[in-house]
């Protein structure tokens, strides 16, 4: 337990505080910490079991308060999307967490039997998907590796992974959470990760976005809450910057802009600007974070099929609109090669995958805002969807595109940028303009035909690990990332406080490693049966992620049963349903 007590601070609240409930919780905190620290790993593993269990048992009432928020037709098949950035994650991250533990009870490593390798720069790499037979099924053809930080070899990796449940005993004070306004299950999931990763208590402060879920949540983390581990609070920007100074706080973590992080580390105005290039914090505390960025998505050049392109098109369209463009790691920029031949072909399929996307409401505030910006910064784009809530901006000289990549737009915004190299050289051009030109490090996408990247060959090696970005996707979304429990969620690392980018530390990381630098996922460039046809190792049709995917709400329903009660019996309905999508 930490053992350093705030100078003149009581536990007992304040009467005359401006919020008596946040000083009443961090009280509780303070006491349940004690309890926490005295509670041995098998008991920890028995909490997490009765969320995973709970998280499954309230899982229709968490979509249904999510459909209310997001503005949904609850009969949409975009109600997958909640199922599956919801209660899913959640389960699948608190079974992942409990495997964990149990290892770390039994006196081994959370990497003891984990399958090891290695990465341009001598790094060791850590299989994060497919760890089973199940994820070898459900989502075949796709798996993760998380990178290691160069010079940490597999004895060490063993050795540390853990993290602070080495010494569960030794907790770490109470930490603020600052939850997330667009994916329901982020506020959750980093409350699991400061408790379990760096064994805290924590005080959930709820975005005012997401304040229908209390119910749920609270009903879900009940476990957690009951002993005294878990406070849920509500409330605006007020509450959060009490909380987030209050003397009884030990940690701030929050999902956001750069903006927000900028304005809870140094103030705002011109003080605020002017402490942040003196690196003269006014949060007395350390903080990590996750903060979004411009996401680009690089497309090498290959010869490709009509259906190659209008799948990889709406693949795209998806790693933008996928819930309504309010992502993190929505992509932004598509850099594409001018010289390739089907340049003009992809971009009309985009536009068209853009255009007749399902519609539906622009939830988050701000959203029309910064639409209006990007046009009136990009006059010529293209307004796409039924109601031209959409932006599609191509055809620019190559310094027009400058507010694209500094501004993350958080709405359906994309542009299209062109390079004038082909081959190896493209790839190279394309990694120094995404390293060097957008904001933020948290994801890039690559999609390559498996051709090309044969023909690039140590080339197409030497492109990944010259990316800077916390999780790289190859053929897939970095949104697997996110969704795989195993693997870590979080900015490249090493920004610093005044120079935040994409934010400092990770999440999810369920195999609880130590010193991770990046996340690496694969898919498969073509959905089944063309897979199969094409000589690909997957048999994973269109997946249901996809803004275009019929059945993505049946199929994400019974995926969060699975992950609830995995069996073989499952399996059926749920390739069936996929097939359909």
Same mark, same amino acid.
């Given at each position: ?185 982020? +506020? ?69 802009? +750069? ?54 098109a709406e693949h795209i369209a998806t790693q933008r609109l996928h819930n309504g463009g309010y992502n993190c790691v929505a992509a932004q920029a598509v850099v ?246």
């Amino acid at each position: 337990m930490s053992t350093s007590e705030p100078e003149a601070t009581s536990n007992t609240p304040d009467a005359t505080s401006p919020h008596p409930d946040v000083d009443a919780a961090l009280a509780d905190l303070a006491e349940g910490e004690k309890t926490w620290a005295d509670l041995s790993l098998a008991d920890r593993r028995k909490l997490l079991d009765k969320v995973h269990d709970l998280t499954v048992q309230h899982a229709a009432d968490w979509v249904d308060a999510a459909v209310a928020i997001k503005g949904l037709d609850p009969k949409s098949p975009l109600v997958g999307e909640e199922w599956m950035s919801g209660p899913y994650p959640l389960a699948t991250g608190t079974a992942a967490l409990s495997a964990s533990l149990a290892k770390l009870e039994a006196g081994s490593s959370p990497l003891d039997g984990a399958t090891f390798g290695t990465a341009p720069g001598g790094r060791t790499t850590v299989k994060a998907l497919p760890l089973n037979i199940f994820d070898k099924l459900l989502l075949s053809g796709f798996s993760a590796d998380v990178w290691l930080q160069p010079g940490i070899d597999r004895a060490t990796a063993q050795r540390d992974a853990g993290l602070a449940q080495r010494d569960p005993s030794r907790t770490q004070g109470i930490g603020v959470v600052l939850g997330a306004g667009n994916i329901t299950s982020i +506020a959750p999931l980093d409350t699991l990760y400061e408790l379990i990763a760096h064994n805290r208590v924590v005080a959930l402060k709820l975005n005012p976005i997401t304040d229908r879920l209390l119910p749920v949540l609270t009903r879900v983390l009940e476990p957690l809450i009951s002993i005294g581990a878990v406070r849920l609070l509500t409330g605006g920007a007020e509450v959060g910057t009490y909380l987030v100074h209050h003397d009884l706080v030990d940690h701030v973590h929050m999902t956001g802009s +750069a903006l927000t992080h900028d304005a809870i580390v140094f103030g705002t105005g011109e003080e605020g600007a002017r402490r942040k290039a003196a690196n003269e914090p006014i949060l007395g505390k350390a903080i990590s974070s996750e903060l979004g960025g411009v996401s680009p998505t690089i497309v090498l050049p290959g010869e490709w099929s009509r259906a190659d392109i209008k799948f990889q098109a709406e693949h795209i369209a998806t790693q933008r609109l996928h819930n309504g463009g309010y992502n993190c790691v929505a992509a932004q920029a598509v850099v594409v090669s001018s010289e390739w031949k089907q340049r003009d072909e992809f971009v009309a399929a985009l536009k068209e995958a853009l255009d007749t996307a399902p519609d539906r409401a622009a939830y988050y505030p701000g959203s029309d805002s910064r639409v209006a910006g990007a046009t009136a910064s990009f006059p010529t784009a293209a307004r796409l969807g039924e109601n031209g809530g959409r932006v599609l901006v191509t055809d620019l000289e190559p310094g027009a595109y400058a507010p694209l990549l500094q501004t993350e737009y958080f709405a359906p915004v994309l542009g299209v940028i062109d390079l004038p190299h082909g081959g190896a050289e493209f790839a190279a051009h394309a990694a120094d303009l995404v390293n060097e030109d957008f904001i933020g490090t948290l994801g890039v996408n690559i999609v390559a035909a498996p051709q090309t990247i044969r023909e690039l060959g140590a080339e197409f090696d030497s492109l990944l690990e010259s990316l800077r970005y916390g999780t790289i996707a190859v053929n897939a979304w970095t949104g697997v990332g996110y969704l795989t429990a195993t693997a870590t969620w979080g900015a490249f690392p090493g920004h610093t406080l005044n120079d935040v980018q994409s934010g400092i530390g990770v999440v999810h990381n369920a195999l609880l490693i130590d010193r991770p630098e990046r996340t690496v996922v694969r898919g498969p460039f073509r959905p089944s049966p063309r897979s199969i046809l094409n000589r690909e190792m997957s048999i994973s049709p269109k997946p249901p992620w996809f803004v275009t995917n019929r059945t993505a709400a049946t199929t994400g329903r019974l995926l969060t049963g699975f992950a609830g009660a995995p069996s073989w019996t499952r399996l059926p309905a749920i390739f069936a349903s996929a097939l359909r999508g």
